[in-house]
Nanobody
């Protein structure tokens, strides 16, 4: 049974930092592209960042470039998202997702497994 469990969310003031983690079990982590998505109330889920299985390809949502950094530790089956210079518009539920097949990096429908999410709230 595949499980993706996110952690590290919380409430911070604008300009602060958070580090999200996603622990994966029940899948061959090395063979999956991993991504972070987020969804704010009343909005569609959007891709924040994606990293290929070999770390050879990394993608970011334009609005987080230079502030967020995605990484993975295949030995620990863990995905990370370092978020710096947080803004109120970053407030959302953040989800970890895993994809086995090739697809556009932020195609929600292409991802096979999802975590339950971790809430990030940024106050001004």
């Amino acid at each position: 049974q595949v499980q993706l469990v996110e952690s590290g969310g919380g409430s911070v003031q604008a300009g602060g930092s958070l580090r999200l983690s996603c622990s994966a079990t029940g899948l061959n982590f090395d063979y999956y592209a991993m991504a972070w998505f987020r969804q704010a109330p009343g909005k569609e889920r959007e891709g924040v960042s994606c990293i290929s299985w070999s770390e050879g390809n990394i993608y970011y949502l334009d609005s987080v470039v230079g502030r967020f950094t995605i990484s993975r530790d295949n030995a620990k089956n863990t995905l990370y998202l370092q978020m710096n210079s947080l803004k109120p518009e970053d407030t959302a539920m953040y989800y970890c997702a895993a994809r086995r097949r090739y697809a556009t990096w932020n195609d929600v429908s292409a991802f096979d497994f999802w975590g339950q999410g971790t809430q990030v709230t940024v106050s001004s």
